[in-house]
């Protein structure tokens, strides 16, 4: 006797296409957990734990994890990066400037993805896009030992046409938006914060390129910028998130953060 008439299997057949539909356009959320390792860092021993906090932020339902080794690992270390690899289930997103040192930690570890960042060793925390018109060589090199190994490619850029296009031409597969500049006009005015970031992001899509954003999103702005932007990719968020969690916990945080992108 079967079970399912016509009618329930084209009624399950729908259900399925929408679902996978809707998990195409769906953004995800990378937690950055380089403050968590700046409060283990103040203490010197291993309270909060690195690993424990990023397990927990994917069972709470965070779709990746975002590090930012710097060359002082004031933050995040090298043995952090190497400890989290085995044990994450989610994506693994590494950023950083591109020195040697660098590359050669991402060769290894091979997360599923790289975000290239032009920040200076001594900077509290990245404050501008690439000159990707400028560096263009260099990061044509440096991107393909990265997609040679298998690790998708993103580069962070300010929401500016040209700097968007030459990164394609180096051959990113994705970029990521600088959106400290949305955040900060955001309480103003947010219709004007966010176009420059609408019509960067048609730039984007209209190139064939990924879309990531990232840089003092909240839960303030995040939900206005996924309204106006919602075929991103991935949104890359620390400072707030952690700062939220001091209120809220961290379970209900990434829960808000989200429902933001819904
Ligand atoms: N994306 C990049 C490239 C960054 O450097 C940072 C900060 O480390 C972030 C996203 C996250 O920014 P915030 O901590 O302000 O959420």
């Known amino acids: 006797m079967a079970f399912f008439s016509q009618n329930d299997t084209n009624v399950s ?31 010197g021993g291993d309270v909060p734990n690195v690993v424990k906090v ?16 710097r060359p002082d690992e004031r933050h995040i270390r090298r043995s952090d990066v190497y400890g ?16 040697p040192e660098f590359i050669d930690l991402v060769l290894k570890v091979k997360p599923h993805q790289v975000t290239l960042v032009p920040d200076s060793p001594e900077q509290l925390t990245s404050n501008s896009g690439w000159d990707t018109k400028k560096n263009l060589e260099f990061l044509t090199e440096v991107l393909e030992a ?65 879309l990531n954003a990232g840089h003092d999103l909240s839960l303030v702005n995040l939900n206005y910028l996924y309204q106006n932007i ?12 952690v700062a939220d969690a001091l209120y809220l916990g961290l379970e209900r945080t990434i829960r808000e953060y989200k429902n933001c992108l819904r």
């Not at 180096?170 to 420059?196: I, M, S, W």
Request: aromatic share 8%.
């Open 146 to 210: 990265f997609k040679n190994a298998g690790v998708r490619t993103s580069v962070f850029v300010s929401a500016d046409a040209e700097m968007i296009e030459y990164a394609a031409k180096a051959g990113t597969d994705r970029v990521e938006l600088y959106t400290e500049p949305y955040a900060t006009a955001y309480p103003q005015n947010k219709e004007a914060a966010v176009a420059p970031f609408v019509e960067a992001a048609k730039v984007a899509r209209c190139l064939g390129l990924g």
């Open 84 to 99: 989290l690899r085995p044990l994450l289930r989610t994506e693994f997103n590494i950023e950083g400037y591109p020195a």
């Open 230 to 241: 919602p075929w991103m990719d991935e949104v890359s968020i620390g400072h707030s998130l």
């Open 13 to 43: 057949l729908l259900f399925v296409l929408l679902s996978q539909s809707i998990t195409t356009i769906m953004t995800k959320l990378s937690v950055n957990i380089n403050k968590i390792a700046t409060l283990r860092n103040a203490r």
């Open 54 to 69: 990023a397990l927990d932020c994917e069972s709470f339902g965070a779709d990746g994890i975002t590090v930012h080794p």
